[in-house]
C-alpha cells in the first residue's frame, strides 16, 4: 500500500516545513532594520550642544555628506532656526538643510568645509573633508565672522571656538 506511505511523508515534510519556517519568519521580523548614518553620528559637543562626529578616518578631500537643502526666503526662518539655516543664493534666501547639516559646531580651525551643488531632484549641500579626520573627531566648519558679528557674538577663535 504505498500511497498512504507519500501522503504520511508529505503531510510530514509540510508540517515541519511550517513548523520551521513560523520561527525563522519571527526572527527575521525581529532583526532591527540597518540604518545607514554615513559618516557621521551625533553626539554632545564639549563645544556646544550636540555636534557631529567622525564615526571612522576620513581623508582630505572625501565626501561626508550630501545633504538635500531647501531654500525659503528669510522670511520662512525665525526664532533659534535662524542659527542653523545657512545664507542662500541671494541676500534675502536661506538654506535649510537636512540630514545632519544643520548640526556641525564652528570652528575657526575647522577640519570640513562645504559647497552648494544644484543636482536634478533640487539643491544640495556637500560637506567635504579639509584634512585627514581621526574616528572619534568632531567635525567642524567655520560660520564665518559675519555669521557671529550679525549675533552680536564678535569673531570666534582658538581651536574649537
Ligand atoms: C548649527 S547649530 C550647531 C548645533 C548645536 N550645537 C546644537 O546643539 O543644536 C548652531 C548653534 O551652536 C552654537 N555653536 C556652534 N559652534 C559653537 C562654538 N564654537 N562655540 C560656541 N557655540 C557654538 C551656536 O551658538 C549656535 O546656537
Redesign the pocket.
Known amino acids: 500500500m504505498p500511497a498512504p506511505n507519500i501522503y504520511l511523508a508529505v503531510s510530514i515534510a509540510l508540517a515541519s516545513g511550517v513548523a520551521i519556517g513560523i520561527p525563522i519568519g519571527m526572527l527575521s521580523r525581529n532583526k532591527k532594520p540597518k540604518v545607514r548614518r554615513g559618516l557621521v553620528g551625533i553626539d554632545a559637543?564639549p563645544?556646544?550642544?550636540?555636534?557631529a562626529f567622525a564615526l571612522r578616518s576620513i581623508r582630505e578631500g572625501e565626501i561626508i555628506e550630501q545633504c538635500p537643502a531647501l531654500e525659503v526666503t528669510d522670511r520662512d526662518v525665525g526664532g533659534?532656526l535662524v542659527?542653523?539655516v545657512f545664507y542662500g543664493s541671494a541676500e534675502d534666501r536661506r538654506l535649510v538643510v537636512m540630514g545632519y547639516g544643520?548640526?556641525?559646531?564652528?570652528?575657526s580651525q575647522p577640519n570640513v568645509a562645504y559647497y552648494r551643488q544644484e543636482a536634478t531632484t533640487g539643491a544640495e549641500l556637500v560637506i567635504y573633508a579639509l584634512r585627514d579626520i581621526s574616528k572619534g573627531e568632531e567635525l567642524?566648519y567655520n560660520?564665518g565672522d559675519e555669521w557671529w558679528s550679525t549675533?552680536g557674538?564678535g569673531s570666534?577663535t582658538g581651536t574649537?571656538?
Do not use: P
Not at 47 to 51: F, K, P, T
Not at 102 to 107: A, D, E, G
Open positions: 559637543s563645544v556646544s550642544g550636540r555636534g533659534e542659527n542653523y544643520m548640526l556641525f559646531n564652528h570652528s567642524f560660520y549675533r557674538q570666534q574649537n571656538s
